[in-house]
């Protein structure tokens, strides 16, 4: 579906940059991948991605705070790539931490989920990374070449609530 096509992902190491990128892939895009990280690691997924999918599959550590390496992370790509046909600029930082919601109201992880989303998210469900890449596997494709100034927000129903 997107053979041919060529792919910088940022933030793609982890998470919902990663789930994009394997989708990117796993449709036949050829792949810049991009995060801080274990270095080992990272070129162990980059590897792992290409062998997987069957596509070309370059990496950066660029830090994307520093206006410099962000445009040299594009340089880059199209420097071991050819060029740059899709940007999903994806890289930030997101803070976790125990929900200790759960552990003063004695509640089950379960439990829990569903108080949290229940009051937000109609569906109780969360959005997975895999369906976000699905998404943009759907936005990079020919099928949504007409698809423009549209927001689609993936969110089990929160903003239709």
Do not use: Y
Not at 83 to 103: E, K, S, T
């Amino acid at each position: 579906m997107l053979k041919g096509k060529v792919a910088v992902v940022t933030g793609s190491t982890s998470g919902i940059g990663l789930g994009i990128a394997r989708a990117l892939a796993g449709a036949g895009a050829d792949l810049m991948i991009n995060g801080l990280g274990d270095a080992a690691a990272t070129r162990e997924l980059r590897e792992e991605i290409a062998a997987t999918c069957g596509v070309r599959v370059a990496l950066s550590s660029a830090d994307l705070s520093s206006q410099t390496e962000a445009s040299g992370l594009i340089e880059e790509a199209t420097r071991e790539l050819g060029r740059v046909d899709v940007l999903v600029n994806n890289a930030g930082i997101q803070h976790v931490a125990p929900v200790h919601l759960a552990a003063r109201e004695n509640l089950d992880a379960e439990e829990a989920k569903v108080r949290l989303l229940g009051e937000k998210q109609p569906s109780l469900e969360f959005t997975t990374p895999e369906q976000l890449g699905a998404l943009a596997v759907f936005i990079c494709s020919e099928a949504a070449a007409q698809l423009n100034g549209v927001a689609l927000p993936v969110d089990g129903g929160w903003l239709a609530r």
